[in-house]
Each structure stands twice: as structure tokens, then as C-alpha cells.
């Protein structure tokens, strides 16, 4: 499960957020192009823009259940 205290800095404020232990795998990226983008050097995934409607927050819900290691957090 994400930790919230481990959060990446690059997350937009919001509920959804990527943590540290993101391998830059790009399974939430591929899932939710609108909502999650890698960093510039390929390490790691973060959220750039909050879920706005109720499309965008379904592929967040599958970006969060489909990460490899639980990096995507929802405090919403």
C-alpha cells in the first residue's frame, strides 16, 4: 500500500499520488495518459493532474490496482 508520508514531489496536490517505492514500470502511465506522467529521467511515475470526471477516475482506480508494487495512493 502507498504511504502518503512518501510521496513523490512532483504529484499535483489531490487524493491520487505516486510514492517512492515506484519503480517507473509506466503500467499507470499507459492506463491513465491524463492523470499520471513519468519524470524526466524514467524512474519514476507521478500524478500531474487530478481525476477531473468519472472516466479519469476509473483509470486511476485500475492505474492504483494494477501498479506492481503499490506505489499509488488514493486519500479520497
Known amino acids: 500500500m502507498a504511504d502518503k508520508s512518501n510521496k513523490l514531489s512532483e504529484n499535483v496536490p489531490g487524493p491520487y499520488y505516486v510514492d517512492e517505492e515506484c519503480i517507473g514500470c509506466e503500467v499507470c502511465v499507459d492506463t491513465a495518459p491524463d492523470n499520471f506522467k513519468m519524470a524526466e529521467d ?27 508494487v503499490d506505489a499509488i495512493g488514493n486519500d479520497g
Do not use: F
Not at 481525476?51 to 492504483?64: Q, R, T, W
Open 42 to 68: 524514467g524512474t519514476h511515475a507521478y500524478v500531474y493532474k487530478q481525476p477531473e470526471n468519472d472516466s479519469e477516475k476509473e483509470l486511476s482506480e485500475e492505474s492504483l490496482a494494477s501498479c506492481p
